[in-house]
């Protein structure tokens, strides 16, 4: 992989080139100061002061004792200076104004990748914000993204640098009737689609065992029309979503192998896929069994992690060594 994989694959790089066939996108070059805020993790967990009296979350209830027992434990002076929360004022109307423009609803991403794992802490446990300090909580709430602010370029042979120049904030229109298995990966080698995967593949979709000939067919067409000449990487994936009335928009593009996910294929499949000419081949997940709990990303990796010594490793053992002490005691048996 080559850096210039890498920055085609950046949203602001390839949507001017297939806005026609995606999604109704904003995009804003960040100020420097806003991505050092987001990269700092120094001091306490603090969103930008709001121009505007926005809340992340609306719907608390203030306890204004609390508050106020907060403010004096602040201190006073420098101390209280150190802990003024930071303020992007011309970056927020901009947002604001993009937000509306957009229909009052968005999703954000950076550059690359979107916060879905610190969707569970937004108040609708979705990436939907309508309000600039939404964005910059799951922002700054978010692990995921520290791919595209420090790692992007981790895995290029040619690597020269660690983060691109600049970061874009990108506001994309918020669907509610988005359905989420409608959503696929294509995974292109050699400029020729290998394969195709359901995206979403922590759920089984019963409907899409009656769609999937049909959804192969037009991506495919989709492929060959719309992207295998515009885009000029020679081996990516892109993502893809099929409307109800069988228009394809694409929503995304990635390099191939990496951080990049191969969803219900190995890219040891994908390769050899590639090498011997195979057909085209979709994948979803056809059964309840076949569902893939260990790719869900919108928690944190914390909440994932099943290895020896994680949090999860170990209370699963306390809870099996309670029951059997419950199992042994004598008023189990009663």
Same mark, same amino acid.
């Given at each position: ?24 996108? &904003?995009?804003?070059? /960040? +100020?420097?100061?806003f991505v050092q805020y987001l990269l700092d993790d120094s001091g306490p967990f603090l969103l930008p002061a709001s121009i505007s009296n926005e809340d992340a979350f609306p719907n608390r209830i203030h306890n204004p004792e609390e ?14 200076? %150190? ?5 992007? +004022?011309?970056?927020? @109307? ?10 009052? %609803? ?38 995921? /993204?520290?791919?595209? @602010? ?16 600049? *970061? *874009? /904030? ?17 995974? #292109?080698?050699?400029?020729?689609? $290998? ?8 759920? *089984?979709? +019963? ?21 295998? #000449?515009? &885009? ?7 993502? $893809? ?11 995304? &593009?990635n390099p191939w192998g990496a951080f990049t996910l191969p969803l219900l294929f190995t890219w040891e499949e994908l390769e050899q896929k590639a090498r011997e000419g195979d057909d085209l081949e979709l994948r979803i997940v056809e ?7 260990? /790719?869900?990303? %919108? ?15 170990? &209370? ?6 309670? @029951? ?11």
């Amino acid at each position: 992989m080559k850096e210039e994989d890498v920055n085609r694959c950046q949203i602001q790089e390839w949507y001017p080139k297939f806005k026609s066939v995606s999604i109704r996108t &904003f995009i804003h070059e /960040l +100020p420097e100061s806003f991505v050092q805020y987001l990269l700092d993790d120094s001091g306490p967990f603090l969103l930008p002061a709001s121009i505007s009296n926005e809340d992340a979350f609306p719907n608390r209830i203030h306890n204004p004792e609390e508050e106020e027992d907060y403010q004096a434990s602040e201190g006073s002076g420098d101390e209280a200076e %150190a802990l003024s929360a930071p303020c992007f +004022p011309e970056l927020e @109307l901009k947002i604001k104004e993009s937000i509306e423009t957009l229909g009052g %609803a968005i999703f954000p991403k950076l550059n690359w990748s979107a916060p879905k794992d610190s969707a569970w802490i937004s108040t609708s446990g979705t990436l939907r914000c309508t309000t600039f300090s939404e964005i910059a909580l799951l922002l700054r709430s978010s692990d995921s /993204l520290i791919h595209d @602010l420090c790692h992007a370029y981790d895995s290029c042979s040619d690597k020269t640098m660690s983060r691109p120049p600049k *970061f *874009f /904030l990108i506001l994309r229109k918020w669907y509610p009737r988005f359905q989420p298995e409608m959503e696929f990966r294509c995974f #292109v080698k050699g400029q020729k689609l $290998v394969g195709i995967s359901q995206r979403e593949v922590t759920t *089984f979709y +019963p409907v899409l065992c009656e769609k999937k000939n049909k959804v192969e067919v037009l991506i495919e067409e989709f492929f060959n029309d719309n992207v295998r #000449v515009k &885009f000029e990487s020679d081996d990516y994936t892109f993502d $893809v979503y099929v409307t109800e009335d069988e228009r394809v928009k694409v929503l995304d &593009f990635n390099p191939w192998g990496a951080f990049t996910l191969p969803l219900l294929f190995t890219w040891e499949e994908l390769e050899q896929k590639a090498r011997e000419g195979d057909d085209l081949e979709l994948r979803i997940v056809e059964s309840r069994c076949g569902v893939r709990p260990g /790719l869900k990303t %919108a928690v944190p990796y914390d909440y994932l992690d099943v290895s020896a010594g994680s949090g999860w490793d170990q &209370f699963l053992r306390n809870a099996s060594e309670e @029951l059997q002490q419950q199992t042994k005691s004598p008023e189990a048996g009663a």
